[in-house]
């Protein structure tokens, strides 16, 4: 079936760090790939999204592109922020079909 | 900007006893999803559920889940004899019939307690 498999975490930068979370998936078909946030204590947030492929997604500084040669989307960011420590899930989902989740990867910027 | 809301924040129940999670997702939104998320793990799909029934479930979803849509707005997880197991984060989630882009809204999730 369907899985989503992320870099193991956490991970823990210093402000204004490269950001770099890795992402693969397995599918049948051409998901659409998503990713996630969750700030401590809250529930998750949509980030960013990619339909199809070669697609980027971005969103607030991060970007993830779409490859299917490598079925990666890996997120990425130039300067993280403090504000950024959350923990990042990557996503993919077929038409009505349930939303498949990776691990999560906690991230931790400090300043 | 509209969004999936969802009671109770916290529910605090004993072994064996039935809990009703509620919620109220986006009001022209057509799918709706229940997910589960055990402390430090990943986020579990639970159910889906279209035109007043389940259209995929997963292995998770035993006899003790069932899930409603009694008045057209509310969308309710119903777990009928809780387990220590059972405790969890559970979010609900809304899709647009339109959304081609997959994109569900998840609401803020209730923090379920079993002791």
């Known amino acids: 079936g369907d899985s989503v498999t992320q870099m193991e975490g956490p991970v823990t930068l210093s402000e204004e760090a490269f950001l770099t979370i890795n992402c693969t998936y397995t599918?049948?078909?051409?998901?659409?790939l998503f990713w996630y946030v969750q700030y401590p204590g809250e529930g998750l947030q949509l980030l960013l999204k990619?339909?199809?492929?070669?697609d980027k997604g971005s969103n607030k500084g991060f970007e993830a592109t779409y490859r299917k040669e490598t079925t990666s989307f890996h997120l990425e960011k130039g300067s993280v922020q403090v504000s950024d420590s959350a923990v990042y899930f990557c996503a993919l989902s077929h038409n009505n079909n349930d939303m498949r989740f990776g691990a999560g990867t906690r991230l931790t910027v400090k300043p | 900007e509209p969004e999936v809301t969802q009671t109770p924040s916290h529910q605090v129940t004993q072994m064996g006893q039935e809990v009703i999670l509620r919620c109220v997702p986006i009001s022209n939104h057509l799918y709706f999803y229940w997910y589960r998320q055990i402390l430090g793990q990943k986020v579990e799909f639970l159910v889906s559920f279209y035109n007043n029934e389940i259209s995929e479930k997963s292995e998770i979803f035993d006899d003790q889940f069932s899930v409603e849509r009694p008045d057209g707005s509310n969308f309710t997880l119903k777990i009928r004899s809780t387990k220590l197991e059972d405790s969890a984060m559970y979010f609900c989630?809304?899709?647009?019939?339109?959304?081609?882009?997959?994109?569900?809204?998840f609401g803020p999730g209730t923090r379920l307690t079993v002791l």
């Open positions: 989630a809304s899709r647009h019939p339109a959304g081609g882009h997959n994109e569900q809204f």
């Open positions: 990619a339909t199809k492929a070669d």
């Open positions: 599918a049948t078909g051409y998901p659409s």
